[in-house]
DNA sequence: GCCGATTTGTTTATCGGTTGAATTATTTTA
DNA sequence: TAAAATAATTCAACCGATAAACAAATCGGC
């Protein structure tokens, strides 16, 4: 009983497909299968789950060895008669993806392999707000530098950097508005895109809360329908959308502003120029400034919340309910059964999560037969970097005929 | 500058591709470049416009035309030299899709062809509350054996059959709540699917609004960008979601569930246990009772709205009041860039429509740079049963190696 | 009214990638 | 030590797309 299927047909995009595309997709489905696989499969169970023939497989395995992008191990202890299989493993000395993030109050890099292994990170903790966006950028560079050392020291080729900036971000890499950092229109890959680690090898600039949804899938992986929200408390508060275990970007690119979504219509200025939008109750100015703790690290907020502070735990309790209310509204028009509380929210998780789900319970009309989780983050602060570097590493996974092609390589 | 690829890597899915799928997928191109092209191209031009050889275009049409998709027209008046070229457009005497439609006041049934063509259409007016599931499926018998017959009159297929239904519908077709019907857990493939027209010919079940938005998306086709979301007004307030030419089902199949998202979270209790739902203050009976014309044809508050009626106009600013906020909650979410008033709606848009964009702008926060226009609906009442036909064309448009396989064709 | 230029559509040899069967390789079991 | 079992590779065959040559149908110039 096929619903009605869902590809464009409008737009007349898609190109012609040759011969060489198909083996474009066969390469990426056996190598799919591998990263998702639990234990190292041999040519033959990939031939067996795949539905391509040992043969193909065959070839395919070579082309991907002999690009790095997998290694074989040896044989797993087995039982029975036959000739032992080799194991096949992404490759931990091949490509790796280059995280970066530019943050209100720190600078922070990471290196991750093929196999999702954190290879290098660095931090710089200073405040950015007074610095321009070209001083902050050089300092970025400085990490870039750095990591290129670490990649080379470790045997691993820089497949692709991405930077994560807590703001709007067109397709192009410009950062149209990044308002606690006070960024406007600021070009990214021109500013940043000229050094020499970078050149030609992929700059990509993307919002703080899309990557850290990236990395929150990537590290929930498996268990997870791959369908929630990852709603970034931050001074603003963002949100990453993931359904199908893709990010949902939206129509144009600026999905996810959960911040300015209404929660009290006639409620409280925001100055974004509305009224009532969920940032003036559940963003951090607002639940620090209730809980008179205005400018204390978050901390503090859950040191007070733990003794049972009652200015922290009716803040903690307005701030919920704001939240139950937006995500409500979220679910009743996404459907997605999972809500990841992350940036600020993870650690008072504890307080915030029993009362939205209660909120959604009460509001969303199919909660009934299709029940929602309200968690913490996996990831703590360093998701959105770990999603960068991350979102690099999964390109490389899901083109690897690109990789192959690459000169660099 | 590429953005980080959003193809699915968790959860292998996706199978092997062999040569057959190869020709499957380009089958589906150069049909989508016929369906999508002005006027009716030539095979030089396709292999043009495709990127495919003339040879290999030349073979796929000829598949084409042999299944009945395609039909060959006189070549258009040309200027120049060389051999004159025979058009191609989508055969008006193939494949047309059936949709159905069960609404509280009405059923309905048309015919659709590949070119879009309204072939047959159907409706019968009762009132369908006091009517059990089982006796209302036998009333969209007859009009289902009724345009069988219509179809083979005219010397068309039927591909597929598609029914609209005012509720929540599960992948399998299982109406699980249709409130104003007062439908629940309602097996429509297993009361309808016996018919010995649609016996084996695939029966889709799906939401009226998504249906409608797929109507919509239908008819405004190549004007707009194929990103926006439909709302439906009756009873009940449901949205249909179109994203990318695509509609958006949600997660588990239930999004747009619009009428449910709160817009005054501490006002009116719902049928649905929460409080300050939208349908309370834009749903039909709110506006009827706010006009005092409870229980009145919609018409009726059209001709009060027209005289300047104080109570009507009253009910209608409350509306579209209510309607702002949910709708700039769902702009800030999901970006896209048009808004469709469909249902009741429709009618009333002259009032709903100014006040709704001009919540946009003051409530979301990119509008600055990316505009969002609210607009009636192209279609009327017709929309759902008209968008049911065109999904079942349209996914023959998307999958003719599917068609052409069919041993009934 | 004929001939070359031009464009359309088909034919034919070739190529690339997958398949399936046969072959080789390496282990366990009898 | 032989037989059975499983893994991986080799090779002819197939299928769909390609490129180039060829046939068909029109226009323009003389």
Redesign the interface.
Known sequence: ????????????A??????A??RE??LA?VL??I??ASSPPSRAALAAT???TRATVSTLVDDLITGRLLTEVDPAPRSGAGRPALGLTLAGHGPAGLGLEVNVDYLAACLVDLTGAVRHRAVRRTDLRPVSPAETLALVADLVTEAAAAADRQDLLLAGT?LAVPG?VT???VV?LAPNLGWRDVDV?ALLGGHPVLAGR?????NEANLAA?GE?HAS??AD???FIYISGEVGIG?G?V????????????????G??????QGRPCR????G?LEQYAGQEAILGGAELTGAPVARLVEAAERADPAACQALAGAA?ALG??V???I??????TVVLGGIYAPLARWLAPPVEAAIR?????AA??PVTVRAALLGGEAAVLGAAG??V??V???PARWLARPDR
């Open positions: 009983m096929p619903r009605p299927t869902t590809t464009p047909v409008g737009a007349a898609a190109t012609a497909v040759r011969q595309s198909l997709h066969n489905l799919r299968h990263a998702s795949t539905g391509l991405a709007l397709a192009a890499g149209r890959p992929g700059l990509t600039v993307d990236l899938l992986s498996a329908s791959g369908n949100a959308i359904l199908h275990n893709t990010l949902f970007r939206g129509a144009r690119g600026w999905s996810g502003e959960l300015h979504v209404p929660v009290h219509p974004c120029g509305g009224r939008c309910d209310v937006a409500a509204g979220v009743n028009l996404l459907d997605v059964d009460r509001r969303v009309l199919t037969w299709s979102s690099v999964r390109a996974l899901e083109q």
